[in-house]
């Protein structure tokens, strides 16, 4: 999931876009999991437009923001450090990231030529630069299994959900006081440096998926184990309010991009719940099968994609009169989406 619109998004969104020719401008890009593979799909017409090989785990996909460049991450229960990277135009495989130490890369986000990701195996939150392909940046969350994240457009908070630990860290870049030494006056000369300061919240068990509203004051996250949305409000970074959705295994949340709706998938239920932001209160739910997880909303907004990962398809849901459209095959166990630009 990405805090940024791209550019080939934001001249989608300057003209009306007719739900018969909202494929114009983008290609949907999804994981195979079983099949390993990221897979470029038209959204209109559903075409398979062609495959990529990528690595023995991939789970999530992001794409840089010129849109040359998708990166997959392959987690391997914490184990792996790989990040595939595939060139785009040509639908080609490029030489991977090596993550190193850096074990078990899973949720990404990219801003200004910096790929950030969490790695679930080391407790921490990475940084890459693309250009030069090295680890520039490295945040220790000490929580266990550390999931998704985003960063926020000025690169001054980031957010990670924390699965086993049942948390939420939020990172503030901030301007601290120059250092004291133990003993003694503080150093000549010292002087107030950025340093990232971590708050980390408890939510209900198994925070998995989150997002933050387009007005970025709450930050939602799923509780797959009890079946809650704890609700946090960012300024003062408590919990303001848990919501009981009575579906167990949500994993996935998305706001749509007016901030008046929230979609919620269930892996365990195949539900897929849609949500009054305003009022916390569920508005409609759709059984899409079996398994419902990764969500991708199209830049105009009217549909939404949704990975059923153990129904092995893709489901379309129509965002104006809230009902299935169909569903479609990209390969066994979909997973991770994400938009490029038109090939």
């Not at 999991?33 to 023995?56: C, Q, R, S, W, Y």
Request: charged share 20%.
């Amino acid at each position: 999931m990405k805090i940024i619109l791209r550019t080939f998004c934001v001249l989608l969104l300057s003209s009306a876009v007719s739900s018969s020719v909202f494929a114009k401008g983008y290609t949907l890009v999804a994981i195979s999991k079983t099949d390993h593979t990221l897979v470029f799909v038209n959204p209109g017409t559903l075409e398979i437009l062609g495959k990529a090989a990528v690595g023995n785990d991939p789970h999530e996909v992001v794409v840089s923001s010129d849109g040359k460049h998708a990166y997959v991450s392959n987690t391997g229960s914490g184990k792996f450090h790989e990040i595939n990277v595939i060139d785009i135009a040509s639908k080609k495989a490029l030489a991977s990231i090596d993550t190193g130490a850096m074990m078990g890369p899973h949720g990404m986000s990219f801003l200004n030529s910096k790929l950030w990701f969490t790695a679930e195996g080391a407790k921490s939150l990475g940084r890459i630069d693309v250009n030069t392909g090295k680890i520039d940046l490295i945040l220790g969350v000490g929580q266990n299994r550390t999931h998704m994240m985003q960063v926020s457009a000025d690169e001054k908070q980031v957010y990670a959900t924390n699965v086993d630990s049942n948390t939420v860290s939020i990172f503030d870049n901030l301007m601290l006081p120059p250092p004291i030494p133990p003993i003694g006056a503080p150093l000549p000369g010292a002087k107030p440096q950025m340093g990232w300061l971590q708050t980390v919240i408890p939510v209900g068990k198994g925070s998995e998926g989150f997002d933050i509203t387009p007005d970025r004051k709450e930050l939602w996250t799923t509780d797959a184990h009890t079946g809650t949305i704890s609700v946090i409000d960012i300024a003062s970074k408590k919990v303001v309010k848990t919501v009981d959705t009575k579906t167990l295994g949500i994993s996935r949340i998305k706001f749509t991009a007016d901030g008046k709706r929230a979609l919620i998938s269930s892996l365990r239920t195949g539900d897929l719940l849609i949500y009054d932001v305003a009022k916390k209160t569920e508005i409609k739910k759709l059984n899409l099968g079996k398994g419902a997880a990764h969500i991708l909303i199209t830049p105009d907004g009217t549909r939404a994609f949704i990975s059923c990962t153990p129904a092995g398809y893709i489901a379309i849901v129509d965002l104006n009169t809230l009902t299935l459209v169909k569903n479609f095959e990209i390969g066994p166990r979909p997973d991770g989406m994400d938009w490029a630009p038109e090939l």
